[in-house]
């Protein structure tokens, strides 16, 4: 049962035009979402996160966008570099009514971007 | 301060041996959590330690796999009479407050 979904696998685009990775979700539990970047043989790296009070979240070259009544969020990247070519994670998670993470992430498969220079 | 780390960073075993990881997770962290992520797939969670909580462990996949924690330090994760499909990279992650989940490098498994 796959709760969390990224139906791309993979996604190539040219340096400098934006990145679009999207993710599917089918838990309505989860309130708190986040995108990871991982490097080959390196631990994913946290990049942006996201409330479901919120509908977008910006940061820097990042934003994230999330559809609560679609049950769908996406990352942007702009403008797309080189360096950003990775896999990127979309997860999500259940906050406790306490505020405090309620412990697991789940995780998507992963898409990856390739940035071609 | 130093980041997530967790040793080894490869193991090569053979099928039905006993393995140990090990993670330290950032100082002050009082979340650690295991998943393993197989080749091609997404992060699957294995187990989830906060403070002097009792941890979960919804995600163990078989009572061959145990982890503990002692304080809010050192975590093992050990799996007993290792099979094939249990290769994969185990990746520890530590935090502070809700959601964001800091990974160490993760320990490559190979079962042959």
């Known amino acids: 049962d796959q709760q969390v979904k990224q139906n791309s696998p993979s996604l190539s685009v040219q340096e400098g035009r934006i990145s679009i990775l999207n993710c599917d979700y089918t838990?309505?539990?989860?309130?708190?979402f986040l995108w990871y970047k991982k490097y080959p043989a390196e631990g994913p790296t946290f990049l942006i996160s996201i409330s479901s009070i919120k509908d977008k979240n910006e940061d820097g070259r990042f934003t994230v966008f999330l559809n609560k009544s679609a049950k769908h969020l996406s990352l942007h990247i702009v403008p797309s570099q080189p360096g950003d070519s990775a896999v990127y994670f979309c997860?999500?998670?259940?906050?406790?009514?306490?505020?405090?993470?309620?412990?697991?992430?789940?995780f998507g498969q992963g898409t990856i971007l390739t940035v071609h220079p | 301060g130093a980041g997530v780390s967790q040793s080894p960073s490869n193991k090569v075993t053979e099928k039905g041996k006993d393995v140990e990881l090990r993670c330290d997770p950032i100082s002050g962290h009082t979340a650690l959590y295991w998943y393993r992520q197989r080749l091609g797939q997404g992060l699957e969670f294995l187990i989830y330690f906060q403070g002097n909580s009792a941890p979960d462990k919804s995600g163990l996949p078989s009572d061959r796999f145990s982890a503990e924690r002692t304080g809010e330090s050192v975590s093992t994760l050990t799996i007993q009479r290792t099979q094939q499909e249990d290769s994969a990279v185990y990746l520890c992650?530590?935090?502070?407050?809700?959601?964001?989940?800091?990974f160490g490098p993760g320990t490559r498994l190979t079962v042959l």
């Open positions: 838990n309505s539990m989860f309130d708190y």
């Open positions: 997860a999500a998670t259940r906050v406790s009514a306490g505020g405090t993470s309620y412990g697991k992430l789940t």
């Open positions: 992650a530590s935090s502070l407050r809700r959601g964001e989940q800091f």
